[in-house]
Each structure stands twice: as structure tokens, then as C-alpha cells.
């Protein structure tokens, strides 16, 4: 074994520790880190002493041995060149000039924390010690269940506990390596148990909502969780356990009809459980195409003589945007009398031809008596059958041109009505098809003489809640009305309750409200429809010509996305009051004003025969009016359905 006399000159080393010392120095280059820490320390010109060190031409030169050649001349001793390996973190070849020490680890991981086990739980820092001696200087590497952890090559552990499955064992390896590879010596250090404190069980991927199997495909669903202890599984069909399905990942062969229905997995260890979102298993049937798909939406809310319900108007426009979102083109319409409901629904019956799929949702009050009855806004307090539109008048209208698919949905309470209705002659209405497919839905909110609920603090009533989940979701209609109830159902599960949906159906082709459109000429007829809906911003000058004063107005849909809500609004008038006036009086109040904004907005602006007045004062005093003549600028659609 070698010693070194620290004040040995470093000229004075044996041969073979001096090629040593060459050899490490210019491996990886190494030499370049003392020169640098050299030329600092005597104030050289980096730049300059590095580049006079490379530049040899002799054989047998290089770079580490005109370095060494230097500090011999600068009387270096063993001693200074070891403090300078030390300071420039070269501690392998430092070992070739000192005096070897066995490798020994002085604190162990366990000595530190003065325990062997340390728990640790989610999303805290892991944080261990080891400290060795010896020469050459030890080298570290961390293990976790003798796996060893990468980059983990200091003396300090520092990780954050991310996953349950960090749990485990962990030690650090202490090894003595020469300069040149060559391992001499490894210990092990004494090892720290890490528990994770148990964590409930986290959904982290939900299986699909939605599948489409083929008969005798084979299908999967997969789910996956995170917990401590490890999650376990059980899969469900439709409420029946599946026995020996116990992984996160459930696979079906030869796929049938006995397979349709809702799937899900309960997750659990001895913490909690949870169930992940259900899976829709269904046939796969192939997708159809419509000519065209409209839908006509009315929203009754505001009554003359009858309570208000504040719900509709948000359940029917956000039935309308979900129905836009899948193609739909759609007429929504707020507040309707008995003439306007009956002349809209004429209008749309126009657009039912076939091959179109037609949609109409009405939102309101209604009673029920043999048959539904939809009641318009100025329906008498005590009504008769004849002051309400019923489904079978309904129905005449929309049958008699054949639509590929006819949906009606009647979001209304059945239980409305009085005793003189039981002396009313009715009128009956036939209809029929001229064909005997009709593929006609009728949905209801509630089952007949039961109410409709609107629900206490909430935007949207119960019904439009639930249809709302799975209108614009790519099913089946017959699934869709099926998951609807069954939404409420488990919404109620346990409790009494009134309000039960139902629908019935005769349908005869696997339709879907997602099926796309045919990408052809539209019939005269869609077109025309099309056309009665538009409304777009116009914005016009006009002139006070008392006043000298000239603005301009815009004409807008004031309440996105009905169509007989218009509003109107003047700019640049500083200063002075706006006042808006119908020039002949309606019967139903239907102008409303802002006068911070310079703006109104008219409810059904047809049912104003002549223009809108504009006047303008200052300080009170009227300086000039003008008229607006609004049913030039409004939506066609709404001089077809008159006042």
C-alpha cells in the first residue's frame, strides 16, 4: 500500500502515479476543470491558459501532462494538488495521490431518524441520510425495494410520495470506485420501511359512457383507480354482480343481446369504495340520414291569468342550443298566445316532409283529459278544451306530409283542470299518415294527472334537467326517452314522488337526433323554413329633423335564441332622454325599456300595427321624435304567426 508525503513535490512521484494522474486527467476531460480552478486561483486568463495547455503537437503530450508539467514548475506539492482536486469536486483522482481508507458507512438512514420504519403519507417530502467515509471518496445510489431510484445518487434521499405504490423498503448502496472504474469495495446500509398512510380509493379513468358492440364481437371496458392499500374490483351488470370479474379491465366475448345494458365497477380496499360512471352497452344498428332536421320550441311562462313559472324560458333555450349542437335548425319562441301557438305550429307542419326529422317541445302549463292540452298564455282563468291545443290537433298538423321521425315532447303538468270542462262537448280532430310508419315519439315530463315540477332554486326544471343529459348524445330516441326516466327514477330512488315520466313510441328504424343530413338540394319547402328564421343585426341611420339630430340604431335578438324578443338601441346621444312608444296600443303589454342603455325590447313585435315611436328630450322637454318601422326588419316568421 502506498503513502504519500504531503510535502512530497509532485515531480518526485512514482512513475506509474504520475501516468495515473495523466490518464485520469485527461479522461472526460477532466483536466480542463483543474485548469480552470487553477487560472482562477493565480489569475490567469482562462481563456488563454486552456488553450496554451491544448496546443501540443509533441507525441506523447496531451493536455493533462503539460497541466501536471506546469504545476511542477510552479513547485507544486502533493498536498496543494490535492486540495485542488478536492476544491474542484475531482475526488476519484484525488484518491490516487492520498492514502487509501477502507470504505465504512458512519450513519445509517435508521441512525439518523433513530427509527426503522416512517410513515409517510400522500403528497409529503420522503427524506433520508447516509453519510460513509473512505478513500477513494464513496459513491451513492438509493434503492427502493432493491430497485435502484434514478438520479438518486447523493448521500440525502428527497422524494415526494405520489403513488401508493412508493410503499416499501428503502437503502442506499455505498461503493468505493477508482478512478479508472474499478470498483473496490460496496456496502449496504441498513434499511428504513416506508408505510403510505392508507388512502381512499380515486377514480383516475372512468370506462367509456357509451358503446357500440356488433353481434359476436368481443368487447372491453377498462377502468382505473389509485389507492393504499391497492384498489380491488368487482363488475356490475346492471345491478348483478359478475362473478370472477375482478380486475380493472372486463372483457365480454361473442357480444349479444343478453349483454345490452349498463355496466360498472366497484373499486374498494379497506378505506372506501366508489362506483365508476356506468357504460351503455348497446346493439350496434347502422346510422341513418335525414333531408333535414327542425325543431319548433315554445316557451310559456308569462300567464295573464294564471301563475307564472319562471323555469320555462330557461328549459326551452337550453333544449334549443342542445338541439343546434347536433344539426338541428330551430325555431324558440317565448310566450305565445293561443293564435300565435296555433299559427307557429302551422307554419312548422309545412316543413314536416318526408324524410325529415321533426322535433317540437312546448314548456308551460297544460292539463290532461283523455288527452294532453297545452295552454297559451292568455288561456282564460276558468278554461274549456276548446281555449287550449290539444295532441291530437297537434298531431293532424305534423302526420299529414309523412316526416321521417315525429317527436313531441310535453314538459307540462297534467293535472290542471276544472269541473266545467266535464260538460264540453269536445272536438275531436283525426289525423293520421298517409302511410302506416308513422315513427312518432311522445314524451311526457309527468304521467297523466300527475304535476310537472319546477325545482326550488334552480335554473332548469326537473324534466329539461334530465332530457338535457342525453338529447344531443349519439343513441338511439328509443334509448334516449328510456334514460331520461330512468335518470329521474334514480334522482328519487327511495322517496315518494309524484312526477313520473313516460312516453310511447311507434318506431320502426334505429334513429338517432345525431344522424346526419343528407348533402343534397334542400326541398323548397326547408328552404322557405330556413329563410323564416333569420335575423341578423341591422343597423340603420335615423334623423330627429326637429332636433337636427342624426344617430344610428341596431335592431338585434335581445335574448339568444328566441326569435320574437327584438332590441332596439340608439347611440351617441349624450345627454339626452330616450323614450320608446307602440304607435297603436297592444293589448298585452310588450315594450319594455332601458333608459341608462338607450335601449329597448319588444316581446312579439307583430302584434304592433303600425312603427315604432322614438322620442327624444333634454331637461325633460321633448326637442324631436321619429318613427321605426320594426316589421321590416324583424324575422319573417314572426308576420306569419301574427298577434
Given amino acids: 500500500m502506498t503513502h504519500f508525503d504531503e510535502d512530497m513535490y509532485i515531480e518526485s512521484l512514482p512513475a506509474y502515479v504520475h501516468k495515473d494522474l495523466i490518464n485520469a486527467l485527461n479522461k472526460d476531460a477532466a483536466w480542463v476543470t483543474l485548469a480552470n480552478h487553477v487560472a482562477e486561483q493565480l489569475q490567469y486568463p482562462c481563456h488563454i491558459w486552456i488553450q496554451s495547455l491544448k496546443g501540443t503537437n509533441a507525441p506523447y503530450d496531451s493536455p493533462g501532462q503539460r497541466l501536471l508539467f506546469e504545476l511542477h514548475i510552479k513547485m507544486c506539492t502533493v498536498e496543494i494538488l490535492r486540495t485542488l482536486l478536492d476544491d474542484c469536486g475531482l475526488h476519484n483522482i484525488m484518491?490516487?495521490?492520498?492514502?487509501?481508507?477502507?470504505?465504512?458507512?458512519?450513519?445509517?438512514?435508521?441512525?439518523?431518524?433513530?427509527?426503522?420504519?416512517?410513515?409517510?403519507?400522500?403528497g409529503r417530502h420522503l427524506h433520508l441520510f447516509?453519510?460513509?467515509?473512505?478513500?477513494?471518496?464513496?459513491?451513492?445510489?438509493?434503492?427502493?425495494?432493491?430497485?435502484?431510484?434514478?438520479?438518486?445518487?447523493?448521500?440525502?434521499?428527497?422524494?415526494?410520495?405520489?403513488?401508493?405504490?412508493?410503499?416499501?423498503?428503502?437503502?442506499?448502496e455505498v461503493s468505493q470506485i477508482k478512478y479508472d472504474g474499478t470498483l473496490i469495495a460496496t456496502l449496504t446500509s441498513k434499511a428504513v420501511t416506508v408505510p403510505v398512510f392508507p388512502i381512499p380509493v380515486t377514480i383516475e379513468e372512468q370506462p367509456q359512457p357509451i358503446l357500440e358492440v356488433k353481434e359476436g364481437d368481443d368487447f372491453t371496458i377498462y377502468c382505473k383507480a389509485n389507492s393504499y392499500p391497492k384498489p380491488c374490483y368487482q363488475w356490475f351488470h346492471d345491478n348483478t354482480k359478475l362473478q370472477g370479474e375482478t380486475s380493472n379491465v372486463l372483457h365480454i366475448k361473442q357480444f349479444s343481446s343478453k349483454h345490452e345494458g349498463k355496466y360498472y365497477c366497484q373499486v374498494y380496499n379497506e378505506v372506501s369504495e366508489v362506483y365508476t360512471q356506468r357504460t351503455h352497452i348497446m346493439m350496434y344498428l347502422p346510422k341513418l340520414k335525414a333531408v333535414a332536421k327542425i325543431a319548433l320550441i315554445i316557451a310559456n311562462g308569462d300567464y295573464d291569468c294564471h301563475e307564472c313559472l319562471p323555469t320555462p324560458k330557461n328549459d326551452a333555450a337550453y333544449i334549443a342550443k342542445l338541439l343546434e349542437e347536433i344539426g338541428f335548425e330551430v325555431i324558440c319562441l317565448m310566450n305565445l298566445t293561443i293564435t300565435q301557438m296555433k299559427n307557429a305550429i302551422k307554419v312548422f307542419s309545412k316543413a314536416l316532409l318526408e324524410g325529415v326529422y321533426g322535433l317540437f317541445y312546448f314548456a308551460g302549463h297544460g292539463f290532461k283529459m283523455q288527452e294532453s292540452y297545452m295552454l297559451a298564455i292568455d288561456a282564460p282563468k276558468v278554461y274549456l278544451r276548446k281555449d287550449a291545443i290539444c295532441e291530437s290537433e297537434l298531431l293532424a298538423a305534423f302526420l299529414q306530409n309523412d316526416p321521417e321521425l315525429m317527436i313531441i315532447i310535453l314538459d307540462m303538468c297534467q293535472t290542471e283542470f276544472n269541473s266545467n270542462i266535464y260538460n264540453e262537448v269536445p272536438i275531436v280532430t283525426e289525423y293520421k299518415s298517409k302511410k302506416n310508419l308513422r315513427n312518432l315519439i311522445q314524451a311526457y315530463s309527468t304521467s297523466g294527472h300527475r304535476p310537472s315540477y319546477e325545482r326550488l332554486n334552480s335554473k332548469y326544471g326537473l324534466y329539461t334537467t334530465h332530457l338535457s343529459k342525453y338529447i344531443n348524445k349519439d343513441i338511439p330516441v328509443t334509448k334516449l326517452f328510456e334514460e331520461v326516466g330512468k335518470s329521474i327514477d334514480s334522482c328519487f330512488k327511495g322517496q315518494e314522488r309524484n312526477q313520473i315520466p313516460m312516453f310511447a313510441l311507434s318506431i320502426t328504424k334505429p334513429f338517432r337526433l345525431t344522424d346526419a343530413i343528407h348533402k343534397r338540394d334542400l326541398p323548397a319547402a326547408i328552404n322557405y323554413f330556413n329563410k323564416l328564421t333569420l335575423l341578423s343585426t341591422v343597423?340603420?341611420?335615423?334623423?330627429?329633423?326637429?332636433?337636427?339630430?342624426?344617430?344610428?340604431?341596431?335592431?338585434?335578438?335581445?335574448?339568444?335564441?328566441?326569435?320574437?324578443?327584438?332590441?332596439?338601441?340608439?347611440?351617441?346621444?349624450?345627454?339626452?332622454?330616450?323614450?320608446?312608444?307602440?304607435?297603436?296600443?297592444?293589448?298585452?303589454?310588450n315594450l319594455y325599456q332601458d333608459q341608462n342603455k338607450n335601449e329597448c325590447w319588444i316581446h312579439n313585435p307583430q302584434v304592433n300595427e303600425g312603427p315604432l315611436v322614438i322620442s327624444v328630450s333634454k331637461h325633460g322637454t321633448p326637442v324631436g321624435a321619429t318613427i321605426l318601422h320594426i316589421k321590416d326588419y324583424i324575422p319573417p316568421l314572426l308576420k306569419l304567426i301574427g298577434s
Avoid at 562 to 578: A, G, H, M, P, S
Wanted: proline share 7%; charged share 20%.
Fill in 130 to 172: 447516509c453519510k460513509a467515509v473512505g478513500m477513494p471518496p464513496p459513491s451513492y445510489m438509493w434503492y427502493h425495494d432493491n430497485m435502484p431510484l434514478h438520479n438518486c445518487t447523493s448521500n440525502e434521499l428527497d422524494i415526494v410520495i405520489t403513488s401508493a405504490s412508493q410503499a416499501g423498503e428503502y437503502k442506499c
Fill in 95 to 122: 484518491s490516487i495521490i492520498s492514502d487509501p481508507e477502507p470504505l465504512e458507512i458512519v450513519t445509517h438512514p435508521v441512525e439518523e431518524l433513530q427509527t426503522d420504519t416512517l410513515s409517510v403519507s400522500f
Fill in 539 to 589: 343597423t340603420l341611420d335615423i334623423t330627429f329633423k326637429q332636433a337636427n339630430i342624426c344617430t344610428k340604431v341596431t335592431i338585434s335578438t335581445f335574448m339568444e335564441p328566441y326569435l320574437n324578443v327584438i332590441k332596439i338601441k340608439l347611440f351617441n346621444l349624450q345627454d339626452l332622454e330616450i323614450n320608446f312608444f307602440n304607435s297603436v296600443p297592444a293589448k298585452r303589454n
